[in-house]
């Protein structure tokens, strides 16, 4: 094929070997890398499969793979110096053709090189029988570290104490291969990448190794590199002789590091020939191979203690789907435990409509971060959508979560000892309160990663993050055919901007557009709540599918126009809420007590908690109320519903909820942001402070108005709000999916 002049900036060489099962995820995984200045050079070893016809059939969609000609099979060290001869890039990426990268890998290594001849990552190996996926380096060695020859050694003695380094992938310089002539040993089919590796060290590279858990190790049946037989150690003992007759004598603590390895390798021959003796039911022969290498003979507790560990981890392959449907792993940190707030009732209605239609949900936390301050959390019976629910750090006893963390419960223990000492007119703990930090956007940690990739374990055929900021769980699924869905439930980079007009900070999250969208363009599919959000994000991620999927409206039998003078605002405490009930409070409220001097305003939810002191001017018309058990009395009691945001994103979901209820509502121009003309026939935005008491004032006076707007609100439900409507974008694309596996990561961002 032909190939620009251009040299790109890293080549992926990948040797394969009667690789088809996982070629075509390897080299998509490949393809998919956000560094899309890269080639992908395929060396055949000798495939009798359809490894050569998946190949050439993805090369002939992307270019940038190279696909050489076939060869006779010479092992993997010989397969890889072939690609090493074809590459044109500035470095040299190894990759198994049976493996996986996150898709930001190379990005990350190449930044993080520091001056770095060699870099490489901590490695998640998975297991194709359903073993719990482990890392390789992650509280075994501390990271980032650099790794000179004797620490190399030393960490390759077999069955040793350290972290094998040598099954890292290595990402080399090409001036590095070129210069010093190092290729791959022919010779070995186990261990050439630490021999490659330990040559290129013994020559004075760099070689930096980074705590990040990007490269994906697939184990499975036909793997070699966890296999040693007798030949493949033979050849390990060869070629240790061979480089330090070539290197010369090395420092003490080097040379220390080598008899060490040479050593391991002896015990390992041992090893193997009293298991051939016992296959063979040698037992003589088994005791005279245990004499004569002690050391050999200790490594028996090795195949009781792997067989201990299977039956402790208890394998479990990924169970197929129990119908017809897909299994849809929805990853989540927001506290869903029921219809017990718009975004947790959002989510619950789209996995509603996806179980309607047939599919099996199940519901990961990652995070303990979702407790919060409240060790114990119920699952509501909505929560019965999904067949599992697991949450890190907690144990699941019925239908309750506990948190493992003491932490969680001081914390709650001194919430609660704050709030009654208040009461008692004592502010001894104010100093020691501290509102948790908003879980949807904590920072990931590694723990979360495993989390994620041990309760998938690469069984999901769908995988949904729940907000933009969940997405980078995506990979740690390790089911790279699966479908990737986000639901943005908002627009988060937009906010910054309003809340800065009214002098407020956001209370969930800060985030810039351009790390918004790389977030959210991890994606094949994104959920917006809201059209203008949805072709917000059309025109800027071209290439990802967007649904629009406003919330469903669960409409009452007939309007509810109320009685009396009993205003409702329902919310949480994040800061839309809040700012906007302080606006209310301040600036309209005290208008309306004028004109109606018995109007009452109910405050439902957790934002009454966060508003402060209330305005002495208004002080006798506001009930807070807090958290209910039902909003329903609530909706049908109150004579107008009012939403005064001033800021957000998303859909305001409090209002589709209260025009559902048949409510004649009054609610500004932020509220309505991207419904606005749906809901006209019900609802008009109004941004001024005595334009809006007026409004309310006048709905108070006119029972027939407001029974009015109560039925046109109704309507609007009806007709613009209905589940149908809300979720056929969705189950549509359920049904159909992409047109073809995406080639994931490098993401056409259009200026915004």
């Given at each position: 094929?032909?190939?620009?002049?251009?040299?790109?900036?890293?080549?992926?060489?990948?040797?394969?070997?009667?690789?088809?099962?996982?070629?075509?995820?390897?080299?998509?995984?490949?393809l998919g890398q956000t560094l899309a200045d890269i080639e992908v050079v395929l060396a055949d070893?000798?495939?009798?499969?359809?490894?050569?016809?998946?190949?050439?059939?993805?090369?002939?969609?992307?270019?940038?793979?190279?696909?050489?000609?076939?060869?006779?099979?010479?092992?993997?060290?010989?397969?890889?110096?072939?690609?090493?001869?074809?590459v044109r890039g500035q470095w040299i990426a190894v990759m198994d053709s049976d493996d996986l990268m996150h898709p930001e890998r190379l990005e990350r290594l190449l930044a993080a090189a520091d001056g770095a001849d060699i870099v490489a990552d901590d490695m998640l190996a998975f297991f194709e029988d359903g073993g719990t996926p482990q890392p390789m380096l992650h509280g075994r060695l501390p990271l980032p570290a650099m790794v000179d020859l004797t620490l190399y050694v030393r960490a390759n003695a077999l069955f040793g104490r350290l972290p094998a380094l040598g099954y890292l992938k290595p990402v080399i310089r090409a001036a590095l291969l070129r210069?010093?002539?190092?290729?791959?040993?022919?010779?070995?089919?186990?261990?050439?990448?630490?021999d490659l590796v330990a040559r290129l060290l013994a020559r004075g590279a760099r070689f930096r190794v980074l705590p990040d858990l990007t490269y994906f190790y697939r184990r499975h049946s036909a793997s070699t590199s966890h296999r040693l037989r007798r030949g493949d150690l033979l050849a390990m003992l060869d070629s240790d002789t061979a480089f330090r007759a070539a290197i010369g004598p090395r420092d003490a603590a080097t040379e220390a590091a080598f008899r060490g390895r040479r050593a391991s390798i002896e015990r390992a021959l041992g090893y193997d020939g009293i298991l051939a003796a016992l296959k063979a039911r040698d037992l003589p022969g088994a005791l005279r191979a245990a004499i004569g290498s002690p050391g050999g003979a200790m490594l028996l507790r090795l195949p009781v203690?792997?067989?201990?560990?299977?039956?402790?981890?208890?394998?479990?392959?990924?169970?197929?789907?129990?119908?017809?449907?897909?299994?849809?792993?929805?990853?989540?940190r927001n506290r869903v435990t029921g219809r017990d707030s718009g975004s947790s009732a959002y989510l619950l209605d789209l996995c509603r409509a996806m179980a309607g239609a047939g599919h099996e949900l199940h519901l990961t936390w990652p995070s303990p971060a979702s407790f919060g301050r409240t060790p114990v959390l119920r699952l509501r019976p909505e929560m019965a959508v999904f067949r599992s629910v697991s949450m890190r750090g907690a144990w699941r006893v019925g239908s309750f979560l506990l948190a493992r963390d003491p932490k969680v419960w001081a914390a709650a223990a001194i919430g609660v000892a704050d709030k009654l000492l208040r009461k008692a007119g004592i502010g001894l703990l104010g100093g020691l309160v501290r509102k948790a930090p908003y879980a949807v956007a904590v920072p990931w940690r590694t723990e979360d990663f495993l989390h994620v990739a041990g309760r998938i374990r690469g069984g999901a055929d769908v995988v949904v993050a729940d907000y933009a900021f969940l997405t980078p769980a995506f990979p740690y699924a390790l089911s790279p055919a699966a479908r990737r869905i986000v639901v943005m439930h908002d627009l988060f980079s937009s906010r910054a901007a309003q809340f800065a007009r009214i002098g407020a900070q956001d209370s969930v999250a800060l985030i810039d557009q351009a790390s918004e969208l790389r977030l959210l363009g991890a994606a094949d599919a994104v959920v917006a709540i809201q059209g203008e959000e949805g072709g917000f994000i059309r025109r800027l991620l071209p290439g990802r599918q967007v649904i629009v999927a406003p919330i469903a409206a669960e409409p009452v039998a007939a309007p509810q126009p109320g009685e009396g003078a009993s205003l409702l605002f329902v919310g949480s405490d994040t800061a839309p809420n809040v700012d906007g009930l302080r606006w209310f409070l301040e600036q309209v409220l005290p208008r309306v007590r004028r004109a109606v001097p018995q109007v009452e305003l109910r405050v439902v939810g957790k934002v009454g908690g966060a508003i402060g002191p209330l305005p002495g001017e208004v002080a006798g018309a506001v009930r807070i109320l807090g958290l209910v058990p039902d909003l329903a009395p609530h909706y049908r009691d109150a004579a107008v519903v009012v939403s005064p945001l001033l800021v957000g994103s998303g859909l305001k979901i409090k209002l589709i909820e209260a025009l559902a209820q048949g409510k004649a509502v009054v609610a500004t121009g932020v509220t309505l942001q991207g419904v606005q003309e749906d809901c006209a026939p019900a609802v008009r935005p109004i941004d001024d402070a005595g334009a809006f008491a007026a409004a309310v004032v006048a709905l108070l006076a006119d029972p027939a108005l407001r029974a009015e707007r109560a039925a046109a609100a109704l309507r609007v439900a009806r007709e613009r709000f209905s589940a149908k409507a809300c979720h056929a974008g969705l189950l549509g694309y359920l049904r159909t999916g992409p047109a073809s596996a995406p080639v994931r990561g490098r993401l056409p961002v259009t200026a915004g």
């Open positions: 094929m032909t190939l620009s002049d251009e040299r790109p900036l890293v080549s992926v060489v990948m040797a394969n070997h009667n690789g088809a099962a996982f070629l075509a995820a390897a080299l998509r995984s490949a070893d000798g495939s009798t499969d359809a490894s050569l016809a998946i190949a050439e059939g993805l090369a002939a969609e992307d270019p940038r793979l190279v696909v050489l000609p076939p060869a006779p099979n010479g092992g993997p060290g010989a397969a890889r110096n072939r690609g090493f001869a074809a210069q010093s002539g190092v290729r791959y040993d022919p010779a070995l089919r186990i261990a050439e990448d630490y203690r792997d067989r201990l560990a299977r039956l402790l981890a208890r394998p479990r392959p990924a169970a197929p789907p129990t119908g017809p449907g897909l299994r849809v792993h929805v990853v989540s």
